[in-house]
Structures are given as structure tokens and as C-alpha cells.
């Protein structure tokens, strides 16, 4: 077995410095600092540096780290989703000490690598209702390839990172929204990249559920100019209205007072007109969307054409857990 992320997770957490969180793509890494200063956090720098074509993400994450002066503080890197798998298990009949192991020949036959190529972590499932049948609990299980995760980690080292967590994109999200009032009540909160979109539910900072969506902002943008009367664009909307109504759903009949009261729209990188109003016509949910510098002090910092780049890495940046993911 290959050295698992999950030793990383017990390290300590930030110091005065505040904590660092890393969102790196393609085009370019995001970084944010997070001061907590008692139970408040705050911003207190974030950047988007574009990666220069024909360089390395290693080029411009250096130089961004010794930006940060001889003491930068933990770092908490966020994985993308194609990166690892999710996937919900029943909860082994086995005692603690044995858990991990048991998870691992759990999920053996439903990942898409072999079992001793895999990294794997695990997070609880709040208990379901369980309509007068006996039903274990759930596990959600993180998936990813070792060797990735080995490589994220020298390159990181590599940079100056002191890295405290590899976490991922779901529960960056669930930092962010753990911050708005509509968490107590429960929300959805629907993430947009270009490429895919994650559907995740939460309630007191506890995610219940998350589903990736094969449709993103890029697609509704291409979709938006095209010249067919808007009929692409409502064929999405109408299947991403689908995959949320299916989520609320579940999670109602599932989970005993959850009952999520609005959809939280996180920055995209495209505006897209029509998504709120249509999103809150199919729900029959009020749609709001999530500002970072209404949230966090000092996200004033952040131009507000950047908040879609720097949203996870502020995330990762609020991560503040002793434990596992």
C-alpha cells in the first residue's frame, strides 16, 4: 500500500501567519490567505496568476509562495474533480482500527484503477431516516491514484509549500457556504466550471450530498450564442433543473429535517442571463448567489471578475479540521 494523504491531514493547523489555499488549473493558480483571528476568518491577500505559454504551474506557484515572505503558513492544495472518484458505501461492520482496511476491499470493484494503485480516504454521511427497515450508515468514499497524489505533493514541497491538507473541490465548497446564514436552514449549492458543474447539498456545515453534472458555464456560453432561439440553452437548463430537483429529492426522503430552503449560485467564469430565474422557476427555491466580499472580511481585495478563479482556493484557505476530509 502506498502512502495515503491522509497522514497529511493530522498535521497542525495555522499559525499567525493564517493558512494558505491553492487552486491550480491550466491557465493559471489561485492563492488566499486566511487569518482567523478567534472565530472570525479574514482575508488577508489572494491572487490569480495566468501560466504562461510553453511554462510550468511550478513557475508561477514558486514565485507566488516566496511572494509570501520567509514564514507562508500551511497550505491546503484543492484537487479538481477529475482528479478522484466519490463514491457512497455502506458503512463496514467492523471496529474502528479496521475501518480504513475494510473501505478499501469495499470499493475494490468499483474503481477504475487497481486497488493498490489507489489513494483512499473516507468522510461520514449524516444518518439517514430509515422508514422502519434496518439501514447501516453511509460512508462517502475519496478516491485517487497514489502516484498522483505523490506528484502533487513533491511539486508542492518543491515550491515551498508547507502542506498541511490535500482536500477536495466538494468540501472547499462547504467552507464557503458553512459562512452563509441559509446553511442552518440547508442549501444547495451549485458550482460552475467550464466544463462540469457539482451539485452539493449542505446543512450546518455537513455536506448530505454532491453530484457532478457534465455541463458547465461553457456550454450554457456557447449554447447563448448560438442563433437558435435560445432551444440549446433552455435542453440544458432543463436537464441541470433535472439533477437538482433529483438531489432535493433524495435528500428530503433521506435525511430527517433537511429540507434545503434556497440554491446558492457560486461565481462563474461566464455571466449567464436567464440561470437564476430559470433554476427558481423549476425548483419553486429562491436563488441567491454567493459573494465573497459580503462573506469574509477582506475579500474586498478580491476584483469581483476574480472571485470565480479564487472562489476554491479561498475555500481550501477556510479549511480548519483536525481530522479527515
Known amino acids: 500500500m502506498k502512502s495515503s494523504v491522509f497522514n497529511i491531514f493530522r498535521r497542525k493547523s495555522a499559525g499567525g501567519s493564517g493558512t494558505i489555499g491553492l487552486w491550480v488549473q491550466p491557465d493559471g493558480v489561485a492563492m488566499a490567505r486566511v487569518l ?83 489513494t483512499i480516504d473516507v468522510f461520514d454521511i449524516p444518518e439517514q431516516i430509515n422508514h422502519g427497515e434496518e439501514r447501516p450508515r453511509s460512508l462517502c468514499v475519496v478516491v485517487s491514484a497514489s502516484d498522483l497524489i505523490e506528484q502533487k505533493v513533491s511539486l508542492l514541497t518543491r515550491c515551498g509549500c508547507q502542506l498541511s491538507a490535500i482536500d477536495i473541490t466538494e468540501m472547499s465548497l462547504r467552507n464557503l457556504s458553512a459562512l452563509q446564514l441559509q446553511d442552518k436552514e440547508g442549501q444547495v449549492v451549485l458550482h460552475m466550471e467550464e466544463e462540469y458543474s457539482l451539485v452539493v447539498i449542505t446543512k450546518l456545515a455537513t455536506i448530505y450530498l454532491s453530484r457532478r453534472v457534465s455541463i458547465g458555464s461553457l456550454n450554457f456560453k456557447n449554447a447563448q450564442t448560438r442563433d437558435d432561439n435560445g432551444a440549446e440553452a433552455a435542453r440544458l437548463l432543463e436537464i441541470l433543473s433535472e439533477e437538482l430537483y433529483r438531489s432535493l429529492e433524495y435528500c428530503e426522503s433521506r435525511f430527517q429535517g433537511l429540507a434545503p430552503s434556497t440554491i446558492t449560485l457560486t461565481p462563474a467564469a461566464y455571466q449567464l442571463s436567464g440561470l437564476s430565474q430559470g433554476l427558481s422557476e423549476a425548483s419553486a427555491l429562491p436563488v441567491n448567489h454567493l459573494d465573497l466580499e459580503s462573506l469574509l472580511p477582506g475579500a474586498n481585495k478580491i476584483p469581483a471578475e476574480r472571485q470565480s478563479a479564487c472562489l476554491l482556493a479561498v475555500g481550501a484557505a477556510l479549511r480548519h479540521e483536525q481530522t479527515t476530509l
Not at 478522484?84 to 480504513?100: C, F, G, I, K, N
Request: charged content about 20%; proline content about 13%; glycine content about 6%.
Open 36 to 118: 482567523r483571528q478567534g472565530a472570525t476568518p479574514k482575508v488577508t491577500s489572494c491572487e490569480f496568476r495566468p501560466i504562461p505559454i510553453g511554462s510550468e504551474p511550478a513557475f508561477v506557484l514558486r514565485a507566488m509562495i516566496n511572494g509570501l515572505g520567509p514564514d507562508p503558513g500551511p497550505c491546503n492544495y484543492v484537487m479538481p474533480p477529475q482528479e478522484y472518484q466519490t463514491l457512497l458505501v455502506d458503512t463496514p461492520d467492523v471496529s474502528a482500527s479496521e475501518m480504513r482496511e475494510a473501505v478499501r476491499w469495499k470499493v475494490h470493484d468499483l474503481i477504475d484503477m487497481p486497488l493498490n494503485d489507489a
